[in-house]
């Protein structure tokens, strides 16, 4: 990865969105829910403050509208602080 997050952001790749649903009924790109789990791919080393806590590897649940959606590579990221995860998926 060529991106590396600074002090206390971290970098998500948001699982894809549900695109049947338990019907069969197909769901259109503009009607798609924003996803809300994501696994981590970058993590930054923190701040004197707040140490960081998550790691690469992790999968966790953001906030609807957190972090800003970057697109490298022709993939699509998210970019948000620590703050605003709001839980690590125990697997």
């Given at each position: 990865?060529?991106?590396?997050?600074?002090?206390?952001?971290?970098?998500?790749?948001?699982f894809?969105?549900?695109?049947?649903?338990?019907?069969?009924?197909?769901?259109?790109?503009?009607?798609?829910?924003?996803?809300?789990?994501?696994?981590?791919?970058?993590?930054?080393?923190g701040?004197?403050?707040?140490?960081?806590?998550?790691?690469?590897?992790?999968?966790?649940?953001?906030?609807?509208?957190?972090?800003?959606?970057?697109?490298?590579?022709?993939?699509?990221?998210?970019?948000?602080?620590?703050?605003?995860?709001?839980?690590?998926?125990?697997?």
């Open positions: 990865m060529n991106i590396k997050p600074l002090a206390d952001r971290v970098l998500i790749l948001p894809p969105a549900e695109e049947v649903t338990a019907t069969g009924i197909i769901i259109p790109d503009s009607a798609k829910e924003k996803p809300l789990k994501g696994k981590v791919v970058a993590a930054g080393t701040t004197k403050d707040e140490e960081m806590t998550l790691h690469e590897g992790d999968t966790v649940i953001f906030g609807k509208y957190a972090g800003t959606e970057i697109e490298f590579e022709g993939e699509k990221y998210l970019i948000m602080r620590q703050s605003d995860v709001l839980a690590v998926v125990a697997e």
